[in-house]
């Protein structure tokens, strides 16, 4: 009878522990409308190449090590791509024509929203950063720097596509996991 119960308590513990791990391993889905975002981009996307003069320098498009992310760390590169964009390219970009300016707002607004949705799935699981999320965050930042600020905004805002897909990839295809 002891070893029935010891083996049953075991067994509980070990159910509780598995999910506390699967739990920990899910990812954050930010439910948003990725395509409406997208065609906000390609609407504008044209307009912003056209005026980018340093065709051969990248912010997004060289780190290699945004496909590289643990899964353990995208709540925090997410978090840090998001106020990226909010607080340095949304700002930085000085735009002429109304219908990109609307375009950049729509988009803005999308992106402080995921950035709140992310936000409540901190208070749950708390969004720890690794030395990998901090460097390739620093490395974003650093190729940011070495343009000048209405050039890296620029830039950064031709190359959304980069970031719009790695949320798709990591945030919309994971769902109760």
């Not at 509780?16 to 791990?21: D, G, T």
């Not at 729509?106 to 708390?126: D, G, P, W």
Request: glycine share 2%.
């Amino acid at each position: 009878m002891k070893a029935q119960c010891a083996s049953h308590w075991l067994l509980g513990v070990t159910f509780i522990l598995c999910s506390v791990h699967i739990y920990s391993l899910r990812r954050c889905l930010i439910s948003v409308d990725m395509r409406l975002i997208e065609k906000s981009f390609h609407e504008i996307k044209r307009a912003l190449q056209t005026k980018d003069t340093f065709k051969n320098v990248t912010i997004l498009s060289s780190l290699e090590n945004l496909k590289s992310i643990k899964p353990v760390d995208v709540c925090c590169m997410t978090n840090n791509l998001l106020t990226f964009y909010r607080d340095r390219v949304f700002k930085d970009h000085q735009e002429t024509s109304r219908e990109v300016v609307r375009r950049i707002s729509s988009i803005a607004n999308s992106f402080l929203y995921m950035q709140k949705t992310l936000e409540q799935c901190q208070v749950h699981r708390q969004c720890h950063c690794s030395q990998e999320a901090t460097n390739a965050t620093r490395s974003i930042h650093d190729n940011y720097n070495q343009l000048e600020v209405s050039s890296a905004a620029l830039k950064s805002l031709g190359e959304l596509n980069i970031f719009l897909a790695w949320i798709d990839r990591n945030h919309q295809e994971t769902s109760a996991a």
